[in-house]
């Protein structure tokens, strides 16, 4: 089991599109992937359990991630989230 915190620092928070593409990258992985706001847990393997720990920008969570590619999914998990700022505020 591998954990690191993350702050959440895209103004829109985690809402449904990067939590769609949050729980995609989530499931190519063989590792279970858990996701902890401190008030809630929530296991990473669909958006309704994503959307309803209700991530809000400025919010620390924690990424934890348990399984035979558990270090590489922490940290291409962690780097989407830093990275979601960024992405958010570049057109499609």
Do not use: W
């Not at 985690?14 to 190519?28: D, Q, V």
């Not at 924690?62 to 590619?69: H, I, K, N, P």
């Amino acid at each position: 089991m591998v954990t690191q915190e993350v702050l959440i620092t895209n103004p829109s928070g985690l809402h449904a599109r990067p939590a769609h593409r949050f729980i995609k990258l989530a499931k190519s992985f063989k590792s279970d992937v858990f996701l902890d706001t401190g008030q809630k847990q929530v296991r990473c393997d669909s958006i309704i359990n994503l959307l309803l720990a209700a991530v809000k920008p400025g919010m620390t969570v924690t990424v934890r991630a348990e399984g035979e590619d558990e270090r590489n999914a922490l940290d291409e998990l962690v780097a989407f989230l830093e990275g979601l700022a960024k992405s958010e505020a570049e057109p499609e």
